[in-house]
């Protein structure tokens, strides 16, 4: 009842975007479809599916349903969107062997869990740990680690792996499982049993601002657009990170400037960020599912 009004916003203008998208789009698939059908392809390329739904808007079924009448097929895969999201990720950093997440996760085999030091002091920025096993080369399993693996839309920690008088860069980190393997920019040598951990501490605090950051912003949104505002995406980087909204027409400049004031007067008063752990149904008991 409090959001009728931005509710009945919301669907006028969504009724109206959906009309203009229609319309629009309608000729795209005409014209793409007469063009295939000339150089003799009854079909429409999945790669094209995914461009048209990126550059215009275009879910597949209103694609299929217009070239369809020009005589040219489409068929939708099932993990479309996964395609879509594909297309917006950053190409995994080149590392100097291969892998694939089969091959590892097979060679993790019962190897004991990880213990993720970052939980107990995320400002632990050294540590010693026990190589536990060699999955590839280049990419070793340690008893425990203070290096964060990418996830949740923010990148993993760098660093080095000390031992003896020789050090190994750690160029990426990523959890399978229960177990977080650490990518190396060489390989670790066989009689190594023992390492000292050191993070890139300005990489790291860069993320963990930003992570924050991008929290401050949305409450900031949420305050000036309305309840509705959901986080549909984050990325968060080293120099700068980007934060996806819900929200039902483009915001203005005024919006704009006045979510940028918020935050910042937020930032400003420089409020202790405290770290509670709950029980996940307890924690959507009291905050709702705004938490994702």
């Not at 895969?77 to 062997?97: G, I, K, M, W, Y």
């Amino acid at each position: 009842r409090d959001m009728r009004k931005e509710i009945q916003t919301g669907l006028e203008t969504e009724l109206r975007k959906y009309q203009e998208t229609i319309s629009r789009g309608s000729e795209v698939v005409v014209r793409l479809s007469k063009d295939l059908a000339s150089r003799g392809i009854q079909k429409i390329p999945v790669e094209q599916l995914v461009q048209l739904y990126d550059s215009q808007g275009l879910s597949p079924e209103i694609v299929k349903e217009g070239a369809e009448k020009t005589g040219v097929s489409v068929e939708i895969p099932d993990n479309f969107l996964t395609l879509v999201a594909e297309r917006h990720s950053r190409p995994a950093q080149e590392l100097a062997e291969p892998r694939s997440e089969t091959d590892i996760e097979a060679k993790l085999g019962d190897l004991p869990a990880t213990r993720p030091l970052y939980y107990d002091d995320p400002y632990k920025a050294k540590f010693k740990a026990k190589v536990v096993a060699r999955v590839l080369e280049n990419a070793v399993v340690l008893d425990q680690t203070a290096f964060y693996p990418q996830g949740g839309g923010q990148l993993s920690d760098h660093g080095e792996l000390r031992f003896g008088n020789q050090k190994v860069g750690v160029v990426d980190v990523q959890k399978f499982g229960d177990r977080i393997v650490h990518f190396l920019a060489g390989p670790l040598d066989a009689n190594v049993d023992l390492v000292e951990g050191e993070i890139d501490w300005q990489r790291r605090q860069n993320l963990m601002r930003h992570h924050t950051g991008t929290h401050v912003l949305l409450g900031a949104a949420r305050r000036v657009l309305g309840e509705h505002v959901w986080q549909a995406g984050a990325q968060k980087e080293v120099e700068s990170s980007r934060l996806d909204i819900t929200h039902y027409q483009q915001i203005t400049q005024k919006e704009k400037e006045r979510i940028e004031r918020l935050a910042n007067q937020t930032i400003l008063r420089d409020l202790p960020v405290r770290i509670n752990w709950m029980a996940r149904e307890k924690a959507e008991a009291k905050y709702g599912y705004r938490l994702y």
